[in-house]
């Protein structure tokens, strides 16, 4: 069995599955999840603690799918392209991500945020030919608008892999002498007795 854990250590991965770290429970959002799962194995919440996971964590590798990334995870996940979470999950989501910001964590997202814009503006922008008269016939896709947002996008994907360069290091610039890693809560070990049923 070969377990790691995530950047934050609030998720730990055992045999490519999301599992809670015991001392994430004592964060609210994350104990509502849990707590609300009556079932013996827990099921339910393990789905939605990998959804909260995939949706939240800045390295995910869902983030590829740019804006097609909810409904991808909901079919990995839940088999259900149309799943959408519940009040209870998208607070855990939001939790997460606000646990994980930093100054740069901002400005990364803002500018993936941007990136993804841009590539679903081409995936669909339809360049058409000119009308009778010379003017495109729609003024906002024509060739010369497409190869300055090209040329733009070049300049904000090299901002990008700077970014995510930057905030990797920070994470590894949080290593504590031994190995350890700053997080919200000292000892993951504290908190076992919260998965006995």
């Not at 990334?69 to 989501?93: L, S």
């Amino acid at each position: 069995m070969t377990a790691r854990e995530s950047n934050t250590s609030l998720f730990i991965f055992v045999d490519g599955k999301v599992s809670i770290a015991p001392k994430a429970l004592f964060i609210p959002e994350f104990a509502d999840i849990y707590n609300r799962d009556r079932s013996a194995g827990k099921k339910r919440a393990e789905k939605e603690f990998a959804y909260v996971y995939f949706m939240g964590d800045y390295k995910s590798e869902y983030n590829a799918y740019g804006i097609e990334k909810a409904k991808q995870v909901g079919i990995d996940i839940f088999m259900n392209r149309k799943y959408e979470p519940d009040q209870i999950v998208k607070k855990a989501i939001e939790k997460y991500e606000e646990l994980q910001n930093t100054a740069s964590m901002k400005y990364l997202i803002a500018i993936r945020n941007r990136v993804n814009r841009i590539i679903s503006f081409l995936d669909h922008a339809e360049v058409e030919d000119k009308s009778k008269d010379g003017s495109y016939k729609n003024p906002f896709v024509s060739i010369d608008k497409v190869n300055k947002i090209l040329n733009d996008l070049e300049s904000t994907m090299e901002k990008l892999e700077k970014w995510e360069k930057k905030v990797f290091d920070e994470e590894v610039d949080m290593q504590i002498r031994g190995g350890g890693v700053l997080n919200v809560f000292e000892n993951p070990e504290d908190a076992k007795w919260m998965f006995k049923e």
